[in-house]
C-alpha cells in the first residue's frame, strides 16, 4: 500500500445553479474551505491534483490551466485527471498515490464542474465514438435504463418490485439530503411522488435520476507524520480499487459489471474487509439512478445477485438500517459531476471523523466510496477508516 | 444577491474534426456496401466481435480474420428515448438497443425501428428482452452506420 | 489502398452560458462606459487587469477598485498571418501583451493603427516598450473588444 495516507481536511461549495461566481472562483471556496478545515495554509501544500470533465464541457479547454490561480496551485507541480464520472475518485486515487510514493507530505486535491455552464448531454455524448456508437446515444438516462433492464430480465426481478425499490431509494436519498446543507437538491418526496413523477425514459422518471450540479470539492492528503502532528482526526485511507472495461458497449456485462465487482474487491482486499455488509458503517455509493445503484449493492457484496430489491425493501440501506447508503443525499441529489466522486470520499471522511453534522451516523468507522466513469466503462472505490 | 448581478455570457465553440478509419472500420463500411455484416475473429479467444476491432480488447492481439455474421439475432437490452438533447442525431422517439447477432460474440448498439414508435405502451408489447430482430438496409450507402437502417422486430 | 485510408468528417459545436461573477461583471460594465478598472490588492499592493477577484500571490480576496488611464506599453507582440478554424480576426493582425500604466500584469489585445505591408517598417514603429493607447469601439457590448484595440502613441 505503500506509506501511510490520511485525509486531513475537507471543503465543498454549496452545490446547485451557481451563476453567482464565474468558474474559477468555484473551485477557490472548496479550496479555502478545506484550507480552513486542514488548519493549514497554500504554504504547506506540495502538490495539487485537478479533475473535471472533458473540455466541452464548461468550453475552456485544459481546466488545471485555468484554475492555477484559484486553486493555489502557483508554482507547485500540477496534475489533471479526467475519468469523466469516476474523475472524483480518480484524482483521490492520485492524491493518494503521491503522499504513499513518499514525494510529497500534503497534497492538496480538488473536484469541480459548472454543469449550467454547457451542455452536459450533449458534451456525454462524445464519450461515445462518432462511427459505429454516437448515432445512437440515448443519453445517460437511456444508457442506464438499458443496462437496468437488462438487470432486471437477467435475474427476473418482477418490474413492480424493482420499481418499489426504485422509489424508496429516491425517498431515503432525498431525505438525507435534507440534513446536507451542501446538497443541490433539498425537497422531501413521497414514493407517489417519485412513481408518477414525469418519465424520462421507462422506467426511469424525474426523480429517479440526479440533477446537473455546479459545485467543487477539495481533499486535502497528509503522510502519516504530517497528519499525526497536525490533525486531530484523520481519516486514513484504507484501500482503493480501479478496473475499467472495453470501450465498445455490449461487449461486457453490464448486469455484472465486472469492472465494479473487482474495484470493490481490491479496495477490501487491501482493507482487510471480509464482509461488507457487516463491517462498513457507512457506503457512499456513486447513485445518480435508483435502479443501477442496486446493481452497485450486489458488485460491492452487499447482497447477493438479484437481491438488491429485497434488501432495499427491508430498509437495508435507510439511515437507520444495517448499512446506510448516502447519508449525504448522494449523487441523486447533487451531481457535479467533476467533483461527486470526490464528494464521496470527502462525505465518507466526514463520516468516519465524527464530522458530519447533521447526517452523522453514529459510531461510523469505515466508510466505502465509489464513482463509475464513462458509459458504465470505469469503477473506483476508496475506503477509510478512523484508525490506521 | 439580485438577478442582475448573475451575469451570464452565451457562445459557442465549433470544433471541426476529421478522423481516420483505418483499414478495419474502412472494409467494415465497404461491406456495409454490399448488404453484409463482418466481423472479426480473435485467433487466441475465438471471440467474433462486431464491429470488428482491429486487435482483440481482451487478448491484446491483431484481429486479422474476418466473419460474416447472421442478419438476425437478439435484443440484449433496449431503452425507448423521447427525450430532446442537444446533438440527437435521431428525431426522437427513437429506440436504441443492444443487439447480438447470431455467430457473433458481443453485442453492439443500434436501434430498432420499422414498427409504430408513437405510442410507447404498444412499443412495449412488440420490442421485448430476450426478442428476436433483423437488419433493415438503407436503399442509399452513404459509408456509414446508418446504411444499416435499423433492426426491426422478428415473430 | 486508397480506399483503405478513410476518413470522415465530424463537427462538434456546442452551446455555452458562461457565468461571469461580480467582479468579471464590473469590469465589463466599466469598459462600456470607456472605464478600465483594476482591481488592488490590500496585502502586495498589486494592480490587476483585467479585474480579479483574488490576488494570485496572497489568494485573499480584492476588494479595492481601481480606475487606471487607457495608456500603457508595449511587452511583447506577434505578427499573425496564419489562418485557422474559429479565428476572431481576418489575417494579417498583430497580438500584443500590454501592461498599462499603473498596474502589474500584462494581458493580451490588439494593436492596429501600423501598416502592415511593409513589415520592416512595422518592426521599427513598433518595439518592445513602445507606448499605445485604446481606441474604443463605438458599439459596446460589455466585452473585451468595446476596446476595439491598442494603437501606438506619437
Known sequence: ????????????????????????????????????????????????????????????????????????ALRKPVM?????????????????????SGMADIVLVVGSEKMSEGDGQATMTTVFDPFFQRTFAAGAPGVFTMQSMEW???????????????????????????????????MRVTMDDVKNARIITYPVRLLDVCPASDGACAVIFASQEKARRICRKPAWIKGLGFRGEEFFYGESDKAIWMSATQAAREAYAQAGIRNPLKELDVAEVYNPFTYQEMIFYECFGFCPRGEAPDYVLKNTFKKNGQLPCCPSGGTLCTNPIGATGLIRLAEAALQVTGKAGARQIDGAKLALSHAMGGVDQFNAVTIVGSKL | MTREEHRIVKGQVMVPYELALGRTWSNFYDYLKEEKIMGKKCRKCERVLVPPRSFCPRCFEDMDEWVEVSQEGVVETWVYVNMPFFAQEIKIPFISAQIRLDRSDSGFIHQIAGIDLSDFDRVRETVKLGGRVKAVWS????????????????? | MAKEYRTI???????????????????????????????????????????????????????????????????TWTLVRAKYYGQVKEPPYIVATIQLEGTDCGFHHFIGGIDLADFKKARQKLKRGAKVKAVWSVEKKAEIYDISQFVPIK
Open chain 1, 1 to 72: 500500500m505503500g506509506k501511510a495516507v490520511a485525509i486531513i481536511g475537507t471543503g465543498q461549495t454549496k452545490h446547485g445553479r451557481r451563476s453567482d461566481v464565474c468558474y474559477p472562483d468555484l473551485v477557490r471556496e472548496a479550496v479555502t474551505a478545506a484550507l480552513e478545515d486542514a488548519g493549514i495554509t497554500l504554504k504547506d501544500i506540495d502538490g495539487v491534483v485537478l479533475g473535471t470533465m472533458p473540455s466541452m464541457m464548461e468550453g475552456v479547454s485544459s481546466t488545471h490551466f485555468y484554475f492555477a490561480e484559484a486553486m493555489g
Open chain 1, 80 to 100: 489533471k485527471v479526467e475519468t469523466c464520472g469516476s474523475t472524483g475518485q480518480s484524482i483521490g486515487h492520485c492524491g493518494f498515490y503521491w503522499v504513499a
Open chain 1, 152 to 186: 432486471m430480465y437477467r435475474f427476473n426481478i418482477p418490474e413492480e418490485k424493482g420499481r418499489e425499490a426504485a422509489a424508496m431509494i429516491s425517498v431515503s436519498n432525498h431525505d438525507n439530503a435534507m440534513d446536507n446543507p451542501h446538497a443541490h437538491i433539498r
Open chain 2, 139 to 155: 436503399k442509399e450507402k452513404k459509408g456509414n452506420i446508418l446504411d444499416i437502417a435499423y433492426f426491426e422486430p422478428v415473430k
Open chain 3, 9 to 75: 468528417r465530424n463537427d462538434v459545436a456546442l452551446p455555452y452560458q458562461w457565468a461571469l461573477g461580480k467582479t468579471w461583471a464590473k469590469f465589463f460594465d466599466g469598459l462600456k462606459e470607456e472605464k478600465i478598472l483594476g482591481t488592488k490588492c490590500s496585502q502586495c499592493g498589486k494592480v490587476f487587469v483585467p479585474a480579479r477577484t483574488f490576488c494570485p500571490e496572497c489568494f485573499i480576496d480584492m476588494a479595492e477598485w481601481v480606475e487606471v488611464k487607457p495608456e500603457g506599453k508595449v511587452l
